[in-house]
Structures are given as structure tokens and as C-alpha cells.
């Protein structure tokens, strides 16, 4: 007996001759097959096939009455789609020609060897699966193209579309008949992004997939939608044929990012009137307190308030410079070139020393050395930075270290305070003041978020750790990585 | 001591220049609340003046463009520019200013200043 690594597939037998049924039976049954029935007329042939839905027929030609097996099979076909094997004697080969019209899987001419016939059973059998299986997958895909509210489409390698999806022609506004006539993707696109699609289609039809291109599209009617198109080359043979995509309608999305920049410009507009006027009025306060304060006759006793009242009026000055600074350069308005760190840190440091507390600073930036991608804001990271660490220091002497090393393609520079320290949980929001916005972020300003804004906009990274492993009372380290280059 | 033309559509600034020009001993010639008066009285005055504060945002005509028109008439006079728009700085100086004060400043640097552009 011949081995094959079979199924227990069901096979209807339909053959005249009773003997030769009997004799394919017995066979079949002994390699494993399971035969599901025997007919020996074409219409006892299709009532079995419909009833007994056999995974295979093996169907003789030549049968009792006036139909034969090609007749028969063509009836089957009609109703359900069971492969068939043709059992043929070699004077009714003319007969098998004619049988190609029911799309016969195989025939065989009698008489057969037992290994043909399970060889072709098999071969059928699994070209009937994988033919399932495909049906199967392409109903799948056929099922969610359809679905999917997005238009997808197919073309030839020449642009003339050759498939779209049901919301294809619903976006689109085409009929099946304008498609029939004939149509190209070029249509699908506005007169002035015509150039640029030409262009694209191009070079996907050379192999490349293109994710995400954005067009103005053109409906049948001439109105127009924004849209983004995703393309993939169809590859047959290794050479692009054409081309499949998905074009999205993105209206509802350039709505909202066009809602999203006129809040933006409005919130930018009042914070730039706000911030003006505020800052003239501040110029006649500041003004009048500064010209009592130098009066000669002004009274000691009152200096002290006064000095206070200026402090504060300068300090709402330093808020509005703050927030329009973070807005300028969260706008991306502000430019990087190459410049030296050590002048922006030199004016910081110039500031700071000019406050009445003696401050002591110790530093290895030198001039000329250390070059960062950046632009007149580090001058404020720095500024921002001393001034933080000044602050938290109570001791009679502020002491302040600064040193700058290499770290890969980082200039580190750590600010060591000796100031209260940082608890822990602290630390983790410190520099977030933003998106601690409506909490009463209590005594801490805008400073270190704006150092962060500005060490971020060039591409580099702050973060906050003790100064003294595991004893966060001697004081913070602010480590600044500032990408090198310009 | 030097004459000093005031030029900023905020009434309230004019007097302060006054009153801190008068404690350098420095002399107001002129005061215009717009670009386009400035324009008009510059071109109407007989002696031009030594130094003139021009503020940027103002109705009509904004400083910078004040600034150009007087430069056209007269290339000699010093415009001190003040204004609270930090980030104009550049195209201030750009269009013929001798200096940028931010608004707001302390007195000592409006007159230190004026001094350093009489010195020049």
C-alpha cells in the first residue's frame, strides 16, 4: 500500500459500471479516504454532491441516461463548488477538452495506477484548499476595504486607476461608469498639486513607499478636500506595476489645527498687549520710586518700604520678560547659530554679583572653548540658574561651583548650590511649571521652567540632583547638557 | 546738559521724562504723542535737538519708521530708542538708533545713556 499524508477526505464515487465503483471504493477506503456516497446517473450525481457536500467527486465520464459526467459536473458547479477529478477513457478525451469550461481540477485517463490516483487526489484536494484559502483572504480584505471609511485605490503603472473602494466613489463622487470610461489618480488631485503628485507617483512607480503625503483633492463636482495619501508600489516580479494607497480625508483635522493657531495668536496677541502696557506702567512706577529713593531729603524710615515696593515692580517687569520669552521661543520663532558659552555665562554672572549679598563662584568656563548650537536666551538659563541657586542659600556667604566637562557630545555643566536641598518628589516636577499650571506652585517662579524651555530649544536636557549623594541638606546640582556644535 | 525731543503716544511718560531729564539737567525742546506729529514737529523746529527718545508702538506710524524719516531729513541726530518691546532691538538699531533702552529701565541707565551719546 502506498503511504500518502492524507486527511480523511469525503469522496463522492460517481462511475456506471457498479464493479469499477466497488473496485475505487475499496481502494480509496483502504488508503484512509472516506467515501461519502456513489451515484451512477449525472442527477443522482448532483442531488449526492448537494447533500452529501464531499470534499471531492470523482466523476466518470461516460454515465447511465441521457447527461454525462460534464454535464453533471457543470450542474454541481452551479450550486456549490466541489473540485472534481474526471475519470476518462482515452477515446473520450475530446470530451475533457469540453469539460475545461466547468474548470476541471484534474482528469485521469483510464486505466490508472493506484499511485496516480492518490497522487492527483492529493493534488486536488490541496489545490482546492489553498483556492479556499485564498477566496477566504481576499474576501477578507475585499470586506474591510469596503468598510474602511477611507478611500483606497489601485493603479496601473501608468496612473489609470484600476480599483477603489466603495468610499472611494462616495468621496470622490464618481460613478461606476465614469470609472468604467476610464479615470486617473491624477484627476483625483487639485489642478495646482498636480505637478507634486506627478512627481510622487513617479517615485513609487521606481519602488518607493511614500507615508503620508498631503494634497488638496478634487472631487467629480470640482470642489476640493485636504487630504494625505499613503502609497505603496504593487511589486510583480520584482518591478513595480502600479500602485495601491489610502487617502484620508483630513478636513476635520485642518479645522482643528487652524482653531488651535488662532487660540494660539489670540493667547500670544493679549500676552504681547498685556505684557506692553503692563511694562509702561511699570516705567512710571519704577520711575517715580527710583527718583524718591535718590531724592536727598527722602526719610530713612520709609526707605526700606520703598526699596521693597521697587523690588516688586521690577519683579513683574521680570514676569512679563519671562512669559514672552517662553512664548517666543515655544512659537519656534527664535534661531540658533554657534556661539560661545562663556559670554552668555559671564553677563549671568556680572547680574548676579551685583546683588548686595557677598557671592562666591567658582568656575573652569574659560572664553573661546565651548561652542553650543544656541542663541542670546542662554544668558537667561544661566541668569536664571545662579539666581536660583542664590536664593535657597541662607548661609552669610552664597558659594556657588560651576564647572563644564565633555560628556560624549554634551558640554555638562553642573551648578552646585549649598542651598535647603530638594526633596525627591520635588525634583521629579521642578522644572514642569506649565503643567502644574492652576496648582499654587507656591514661592517657585517661572525660572526653572524657563531654563528648561531654553536648554530644551537646543536641543539639550536639565535635571537636579544632590549636590552630596544621599544628604539632599548640602544643597542641589543642576546639570545642564547642552549638545556641542554651531 | 542736553535738548531732548520726547517722543511716546503715553502722557504719563512724558512727565516722567521730565521730571528725570530735569535731575541730569538736561532740557525737553519737544514733545509729539505719535509718528507722524513727531515727523511734523522735527521737520518744523529751528534747532534741531541733541537727542530723541522714541518709543516704538504707537498709533499710526510705530518708531522704527519714525526713526527712518527723521534719519532721512537730518542723518546727525542721536535717537535714544525705549521702548517695551525687547524683541524690536535689533531692527531698531538696524534702522539708524545710536541705542536701545527696554522699557522698564531704571534712571541711571536713561541717563547714563544720554550721557554716553552726547560723549560719542
Redesign the interface.
Known sequence: MVEFDMENARILIVEDEAVVAENLEMTLTDTGYEVVGRAASADDAVNAAIELKPDLILMDIVLIGHKNGIDASREIKEKIDIPTIFLTAYSDLDLVDRAKSTEPYAYIIKPFQERQLFASIEMTLYKSRMARKLKESEAKFRDLTELLPQTVFETDEKGNLTFANRAGFDYFGYTQDDFDRGLTALQMMSPEDRDRAEENIGRVMKGEQLDGVEYTAQRKDGSTFPCIIYTTPIIRENKPVGMRGVIADITKRKAAEKRIEEEYRRAEFHIDLM???I??M???????L??LL?APDFPDKFRKGVETALNH??KS?DII?NV?MLS?IRSGETKLRKIDIYPAYRSALKAVESSPREIRINSNITEGRYFISGNAFLFDAFLNLLNNAVKFDQHEIVEIDVDISSSDDNWRIEFKDRGRGISDDYKKIIFNRMERAGESAQGSGLGLTIVKYIVESYGGSISVEDRVKGDRTQGSNFIVLLPKGG | MATIFIVDDEPTLHELYGDILEIGGHEIVANAYDGDEAVEIFKRMSEPPEVVIMDHRMPGKDGIETTKEILEINPDIKILFASADAAIKNDALESGACNFLSKPFAIVDLLAEIEEMLAE
Open positions: 505684557g506692553h502696557d511694562n509702561n511699570n516705567q512710571v512706577t519704577i520711575g517715580y527710583d527718583m535718590q515692580v521690577k517687569a520678560y514672552k517666543m
